[in-house]
């Protein structure tokens, strides 16, 4: 197995990455869609948050509120460390689970906002990075997603530097230009995962 660390910061145009490398054959882990899983309501994950956060970050039909808990969280790093203490290590038990589901020959592709920031780096035979300029994620964040330039700004600022991003990468996916020009790297990138894989078991 081949066990793959994909990043970028936000903006930067991972989810597609993710989506071609699925689509080429990979297992996608993805870290985002299971920190939602595991505070659905129900669980335990969400338990604890309105613990730690109190009630007012419920919906009227105790879901979570995600935008009430972005705004209280991205404005104080103590309450995003409080919040990550709680989602990290049930997002890392349930990605375990799914790797070890994936079968000895699989490439198994973790899709991992925060790897940098958390120091993720080593659980991974090797680490893409989704590059793209801060002036092409803002206009992104702005322009495609429709955030305040304020909040595009602090998410932005909440996350690893670019420099840091690239500092721990083994491949680099340039996506600073249009969506045409993304495929062939990833295709280029898949190339040479599979052919580690195939070094690794031979």
Not at 43 to 55: I, N, R, Y
Not at 178 to 200: C, D
């Given at each position: 197995m081949l066990k793959v660390g994909l990043t970028g910061g936000i903006g930067a145009g991972k989810s597609e990455v993710s989506r071609l490398l699925?689509?080429?054959?990979?297992?996608?882990?993805?870290?985002?869609?299971?920190?939602?899983?595991?505070?659905?309501?129900?669980?335990?994950?969400?338990?604890?948050?309105?613990?730690?956060?109190?009630?007012?970050?419920?919906?009227?039909?105790?879901?979570l509120d995600r935008p009430k808990l972005g705004s209280i969280v991205f404005a104080d790093p103590e309450k995003l460390n409080t919040l990550n203490g709680i989602v990290h290590p049930l997002v890392g038990a349930r990605s375990a689970e799914l790797e070890r589901a994936a079968g000895p020959d699989a490439i198994v592709v973790h899709d991992v906002p925060l790897l940098t920031e958390n120091g993720l780096a080593p659980l991974y035979d090797l680490v893409v990075v989704v590059d793209a300029a801060p002036g092409t994620q803002l206009a992104r964040l702005t322009g495609l997603r429709g955030m305040a330039e304020s909040e595009a700004r602090a998410r932005m600022a909440a996350q690893a530097t670019r420099e840091q991003r690239l500092a721990v990468a083994t491949l680099v996916i340039d996506n600073d230009g249009?969506?045409?020009?993304?495929?062939?790297?990833?295709?280029?990138?898949?190339?040479?995962?599979?052919?580690?894989?195939?070094?690794?078991?031979?």
């Open positions: 699925a689509g080429y054959g990979a297992v996608v882990v993805d870290a985002d869609r299971i920190a939602r899983e595991v505070v659905e309501p129900g669980t335990a994950g969400l338990a604890a948050v309105v613990e730690a956060f109190g009630p007012e970050v419920l919906t009227p039909e105790g879901t249009p969506l045409e020009a993304l495929e062939p790297q990833v295709r280029k990138v898949w190339e040479e995962l599979t052919a580690r894989a195939a070094a690794a078991r031979g």
